[in-house]
């Protein structure tokens, strides 16, 4: 039933995005997320959820923050995972990684940054 539900989760688009996001940073908050991606916090939220809950991505607390990254453990247990985010070049993916380099020349973002504790 685990390989069903990790298919199911990478069957949403905005899923596969998240999860390529993460694949190129190593890291991220929900904020970094929503900004690069152009999602809504409640939308954001919903697929973390669902990625977390499929053990797709783990979730580290620094103080107030919550960082995302994707769960190794998984990846190897089913590298299908990341052979489907290596395929990923649809326009959605290729202007997402435009967004994501655009938004590293600001300093004011989450993704990598160690304990932000404002």
């Known amino acids: 039933m685990e390989t069903l539900e990790i298919l199911k989760s990478l069957s949403d688009c905005n899923r596969l ?41 783990n979730c580290e ?9 994707l769960n190794f453990e998984t990846i190897e247990k089913y590298p299908f995972i990341l052979n489907v985010l290596n395929y990923l070049n649809e326009d959605i993916f290729l202007q997402d990684r435009k967004n994501l380099i655009k938004f590293l020349e600001f300093k ?10 404002n």
């Open 17 to 57: 995005r998240i999860l390529n996001l993460l694949k190129e940073v190593n890291r991220a908050c929900n904020c970094d997320l929503e900004e690069v991606l152009k999602l809504n916090q409640s939308n954001t939220s919903r697929h973390i959820t669902k990625l977390k809950k499929d053990k797709i991505i």
């Open 108 to 117: 004011n973002h989450c993704i990598n940054s160690e304990d932000k504790q």
């Open 61 to 69: 607390k620094i103080g107030k923050w919550s960082y995302y990254s």
